[in-house]
T-cell receptor
């Protein structure tokens, strides 16, 4: 079946540094990618939606200048957490959509970010 | 997207069927019902989805009531590895897949 990968699977960084997380669709072209984050014992919260070649659409309350999303190709989207702080520590998960919105959706395995 | 309501938790014995209910009384005609599950510290895993008719695949069956206001996910022979949080999501064209709190299924030996 379709596979979505994320890299790195976990990362620890110092406060104030930037961290880039990659999301790749391995055997299909993802026209749309979604980024979620999940705090401990909570559900997934959608952060932003990105279409290949277009600017991302951010959900209310998500700082677009802090969470930079790039979707430069049909198989790769990146999320950069700029000037990370401890409160940004979370589980970041991407989702890739191949075609129609009602098709099967594929999630990545997630990236655990810990900011010290 | 229409809102869904699920009980917070349930358990079942290994080898028995697990029936997970979901209410979505405000579902509109073009919205689908999706089920995902999330095992601890992993990304959500797609299980099944449907519009009106009942659906079955190798993982589960999805039973949607005729009025579409509720549905049931059936895991026919639950195993310990099915212990997870199960999310019932209703979504239409925007496909945002808004996650609620889900139901925690615990499969006991």
């Amino acid at each position: 079946g379709a596979v979505v990968s994320q890299h790195p699977s976990w990362v620890i960084c110092k406060s104030g540094t930037s961290v880039k997380i990659e999301c790749r669709s391995l055997d299909f072209q993802a026209t749309t990618m979604f980024w979620y984050r999940q705090f401990p014992k909570q559900s997934l919260m959608l952060m932003a939606t990105s279409n290949e070649g277009s600017k991302a659409t951010y959900e209310q309350g998500v700082e677009k200048d802090k969470f930079l999303i790039n979707h430069a190709s049909l198989t790769l989207s990146t999320l950069t957490v700029t000037s990370a702080h401890p409160e940004d520590s979370s589980f970041y998960i991407c989702r890739a959509q191949q075609g129609a919105s009602t098709d099967t959706q594929y999630f990545g395995p997630g990236t655990r970010l810990t900011v010290l | 997207d229409a809102k869904t309501t699920q009980p917070p938790s349930m358990d079942c014995a290994e080898g028995r069927a697990a029936n997970l209910p979901c209410n979505h009384s405000t579902i509109s005609g073009n919205e689908y019902v999706y089920w995902y599950r999330q095992i601890h510290s992993q990304g959500p895993q797609y299980i099944i989805h449907g519009l009106k008719n009942n659906e079955t695949n190798e993982m589960a069956s999805l039973i949607i009531t005729e009025d579409r206001k509720s549905s049931t996910l059936i895991l026919p022979h639950a195993t310990l590895r099915d212990t997870a949080v199960y999310y019932c999501i209703v979504t239409g064209a925007n496909s945002k897949l808004t996650f609620g709190k889900g139901i925690t299924l615990s499969v006991r030996p």
